[in-house]
C-alpha cells in the first residue's frame, strides 16, 4: 500500500507564504494524481487541489486559493508540493494529501484511496 507524510506546515504572519510537501512510499506512486484537501475546526473537509500523474494537469477547486496557491510535482523524488503565497487567517486548517488509485484528478474525497496524516498551517499575527 501508498504511505504518504505531509511536511512543510507551521505558523505564519499573514502576506506570508508556505510550502508544502507530500512525499509517498511505493514505486506506482508516480502513475497516480495527487490532491490536497484542509479541513478547518469546525468545518467539513474540502478539496483544495489536483495534479495528474505527469504534472501536465492542475486544477484548483477552491476559489480562494486561484493564482495564490500552485501544485506541482518532482516525480524523481516521489513528491508533491503546495507553494501557498498571501497567507489569510482563513486558510488555518490542517493540509492532508491524498492519492488515488487513478491518472486523473477529482475534487471529491470519496475519489481518494490513501490518506496522509496532515500538517498544519496557523496563520495569525
Known amino acids: 500500500q501508498v504511505q504518504l507524510v505531509e511536511s512543510g506546515g507551521g505558523l505564519v504572519q499573514p502576506g506570508g507564504s508556505l510550502r508544502l510537501s507530500c512525499t509517498a512510499s511505493?514505486?506506482?506512486?508516480?502513475?497516480?494524481?495527487i490532491g490536497w484537501f484542509r479541513q478547518a475546526p469546525g468545518k467539513e473537509r474540502e478539496g483544495v487541489s489536483c495534479?495528474?500523474?505527469?504534472?501536465?494537469?492542475?486544477?484548483y477547486y477552491t476559489d480562494s486559493v486561484k493564482g495564490l496557491f500552485t501544485i506541482s510535482r518532482d516525480n524523481a523524488k516521489n513528491t508533491v508540493y503546495l507553494q501557498m503565497n498571501s497567507l489569510e487567517p482563513e486558510d488555518t486548517a490542517v493540509y492532508f494529501c491524498?492519492?488515488?488509485?487513478?491518472?486523473?484528478?477529482?475534487?471529491?474525497?470519496?475519489?481518494?484511496?490513501?490518506w496522509g496524516q496532515g500538517t498544519q498551517v496557523t496563520v495569525s499575527s
Open positions: 495534479i495528474n500523474n505527469s504534472g501536465a494537469y492542475t486544477a
Open positions: 511505493g514505486s506506482t506512486w508516480i502513475n497516480y494524481a
Open positions: 491524498a492519492t488515488a488509485r487513478s491518472r486523473a484528478c477529482s475534487r471529491s474525497e470519496w475519489f481518494y484511496d490513501y
